[in-house]
């Protein structure tokens, strides 16, 4: 059975609503955490790329990563749980996995399911909660990883589409 269904939800799927990059977080982690996602990742042969400015490298280890300079351009890890689904994580800082999904690619049941599957994951792996704000609002999440529930559920009202 589905988390969500895409009727129920369509609106926070919605780029003119939700901004086409809505923010997926996992606040209060740490250097152990970010390293536990990138197993994951490993263990899972989801594709990825590991990128620092322009230049694709080997994935490091989380302390690697979360140790560059303050002034060091941010790196990113593009990873596709599936082929039509891409989802960019940013090593900000080690105290919240923050990552980007494009809601353009987000459409239909289909691919709900496979980000509801995604964000179930690291929310499974980590024991926390996984949130998603609308793009630029953080800390107002309309739909999450619930611990208890161990599944999708929503946080908020979708918007009539």
């Given at each position: ?31 152990e955490?970010?390293?536990?996602v990138?197993?994951l990742v ?31 351009e ?5 990873v596709?749980p ?25 459409q ?5 399911d ?6 179930r ?6 024991g ?9 609002d953080h800390g107002?999440?309309v739909l999450?990883?619930?611990?208890g ?13």
């Amino acid at each position: 059975m589905a988390d969500l269904l895409w009727d129920d939800v369509k609106g926070f799927f919605d780029p003119e609503v939700m901004g086409a990059l809505p923010d997926i977080r996992v606040p209060g982690t740490s250097v152990e955490d970010w390293q536990a996602v990138l197993d994951l990742v490993a263990e899972r042969g989801w594709q990825c790329e590991y990128v620092e400015g322009e230049t694709v490298l080997p994935v490091p280890p989380a302390g690697v990563v979360l140790s560059r300079p303050p002034d060091a351009e941010c790196p990113s890890l593009r990873v596709r749980p599936d082929t039509a689904v891409l989802a960019i994580f940013r090593f900000g800082s080690d105290d919240e996995i923050d990552f980007d999904v494009d809601l353009r690619e987000l459409q239909g049941q289909a691919r709900l399911d496979v980000f509801c599957g995604f964000v179930r994951e690291i929310g499974r792996r980590l024991g926390k909660p996984v949130f998603m704000d609308p793009e630029g609002d953080h800390g107002h999440p309309v739909l999450g990883f619930d611990v208890g529930a161990d599944r999708v559920v929503l946080l908020a009202q979708p918007p009539v589409r």
